[in-house]
């Protein structure tokens, strides 16, 4: 259906810049929004931001507000996170993930495809 790649990801100091990109294929027409998730470990995947597919809403999670941004490139299917004055706290392994239903959910479960994951570390 959709494949999802993710890439971008390394090691920076706090306070510098990394963009991730995701690379979608497949049956992208049947998707309504893109988001991306995070995972440290020991911990639940939460939720960082959200982008609808074919309109303009997002949504970003408190922690990231005003520090990331999430967009896309319709013509090249990637939806990218472009990640500003990282904090140690960011460290964690970033998940790109497609929605097929229509409305925004910060779930993990509201969402239908997945990518690999990137690793994204942050050094103090």
């Known amino acids: 259906q959709v494949q999802l790649v993710e890439s971008g990801g390394g090691l920076v100091q706090a306070g510098g810049s990394l963009r991730l990109s995701c690379a979608a294929s497949?049956?992208?027409?049947?998707?309504?929004?893109m988001a991306w998730f995070r995972q440290a470990p020991g911990k639940e995947r939460e939720f960082v931001a959200y982008?609808?597919?074919?309109?303009?809403?997002?949504y970003y999670a408190d922690s990231v507000k005003g520090r990331f941004t999430i967009s896309r490139d319709n013509a090249k299917n990637t939806v990218n996170l472009q990640m500003d004055s990282l904090k140690p706290e960011d460290t964690a392994v970033y998940y790109c993930a497609a929605r097929l239903r229509l409305g925004y959910t910060s779930s993990p479960s509201g969402y239908n495809y997945w990518g690999q994951g990137t690793q994204v570390t942050v050094s103090s």
């Open positions: 497949g049956r992208t027409v049947s998707t309504y929004a």
């Open positions: 982008i609808m597919w074919g309109g303009s809403s997002t």
